[in-house]
């Protein structure tokens, strides 16, 4: 296993420990953070994200391997010097990145599900994206590729870095003195997950809040603006995978109505948000113009729909973990199959807390995958048998089952009012 996938079985307990440490502590404090449809919505995005970089589909428009190869007009040394670089690099380049896709239409779709949680908590964190298959980041890494700086070190920084950004998606930590004018804070983070006009496209640093200073994008907390969170767009579902893909899906309807062919093609790659004004005016979208009379998505969920979301949520976990551990073992084939029936369960059981019809259509597709890859191995299970292989056929009927009792007897809620 390489170093990301390796890591992962130690961060992934780690981040569930603290986000239940967070929800132990709020409720001592009575503050309202944790919601749970919304805590498994976080959870399962960041299971999809995960399943998807632990097959590796993602394709490089470039590498940093090849600008090292091609670019390279000095060795840097001693390894200690090369690895500080590598870090201010690695941050420089998250930046942009990230300012990027907050400032293009095409680019906010590979991030929206980041900001799509109405809460912020530690779990909103984990809300990552499995739309952002092209990477070009190695474009803002030229200096480190300059300087020879080796793709190992990338290779262990990139996931290190990444894990660094946890902790500060937390409403229960204040401003931390000195800390704020260098790193990025919960301060400074709660600023940037915020709609509000006071804060909106603000604060983009990674780890080194002095990016946002120099580039002109800072904004501190302000005592007297208290932060909400979420989306102009509400997502409005539980379901990462359509919130993954929802702000696309809107582009291309976009591009194919308006009726001027410098819309079609401007649309991609204008300011975020922006809408042709003929379309517009004929498909008017929900949008938040007064945060302070957001109106949270919501939907009512009996106590057994909770807890079957929950044990969805982590028999998913444990079987992605199965499969990191089997990846070098099976074609690419077996595992890109394995990878997708994952996905549809979390499909199926976020749809199921969302009260929507396709959720049964999703476990159907789930119910078929797995009885076919247990068929076409002989009824065994990526190197499980016995046991194992009965509690699977078990899972995946009982599954089948509950989504389709849930399908019929938990009635829709009454519509939420249009946000202010």
Known sequence: MNFYITSLFFAIPTFMALILVEAIAAKRKGVEINHSADVISSLSSGITNTIRDGVKFSFAIISYSWLVDHMTVYKLEPVWLAVVIAFVVEDFSGYWMHRLNHRVNIFWNRHIIHHSSEEFNLSCALRQSISNTLRFAAIFMIPAALLGIPTKIFAILGPLHLFMQFWYHTQLIGKLGLLEYILVTPSHHRVHHAINPEYIDRNYSQILIFWDKLFGTFQPELDDVKPVYGTLKPAQTWNPVIINFKHMWQLFKDAWHTERILDKLRIWFMPTGWRPADVKEKYPLQEVTNPEKQIKYKTE????????????????????????????????????????????????????????????????????????LLYFQNYSWFGLSGFYVYGLIFYFIISFLLTYYFQNEIKIGSPRPDPA
């Open 301 to 372: 969920n009996s106590v057994l729909l909770v807890a079957n979301s929950w044990v969805q949520l982590n028999i998913t976990i444990i079987l992605m973990f199965h499969m990191f551990t089997i990846i070098p073992r099976f074609s690419a084939t077996m595992n890109y199959l394995y990878a997708i029936m994952l996905i549809v369960n979390v499909f199926s059981f976020t749809s199921t807390l969302d009260h929507r019809n396709y959720a049964l259509v999703a476990e159907s597709v789930k119910l078929s995958l797995g009885f076919s």
